[in-house]
């Protein structure tokens, strides 16, 4: 099992930036990759970005590319997702996930966290 927990999400205006983190903890060496999705009111989950515990390996949505970073540290085991020039479209429940392959699907991911919630105003 794989425990994550989320955090730094909160309210901000447009244009301003956030960074997310997630704490892993249980048998984390079963899991190579770190994914963060988020879920916008009223719409459904997308990939936003991803890493790999052992190269640093990473992807993004396309939509992301640009203003978010995904970032980990191995010895906290903490994976961080930094964004940048926020808008109002940037709303969501941000959750991380845990998984043993990197990539952009929901079902690669084995174990997620609660999510944060992230409110960009206008």
């Known amino acids: 099992q794989v425990q994550l927990v989320e955090s730094g999400g909160g309210l901000v205006q447009a244009g301003g930036s956030l960074r997310l983190s997630c704490a892993a903890s249980?048998?984390?060496?079963?899991?190579?990759?770190m994914g963060w999705f988020r879920q916008p009111p009223g719409k459904e989950e997308e990939f936003v970005a991803a890493i790999t515990w052992n190269s640093g390996y990473t992807i993004y949505a396309d939509s992301e590319k640009g203003r978010f970073t995904i970032s980990r540290d191995n010895a906290k085991k903490t994976v961080y997702l930094q964004m940048s020039s926020l808008t109002p479209a940037d709303t969501a429940v941000y959750h991380c996930?845990?998984?043993?392959?990197?990539?952009?699907?929901?079902?690669?991911?084995?174990?997620w966290g609660q999510g944060t919630q992230v409110t960009v105003s206008s």
């Open positions: 996930a845990s998984g043993s392959h990197v990539g952009r699907i929901r079902g690669l991911y084995n174990y």
């Open positions: 249980g048998r984390t060496s079963s899991s190579d990759a």
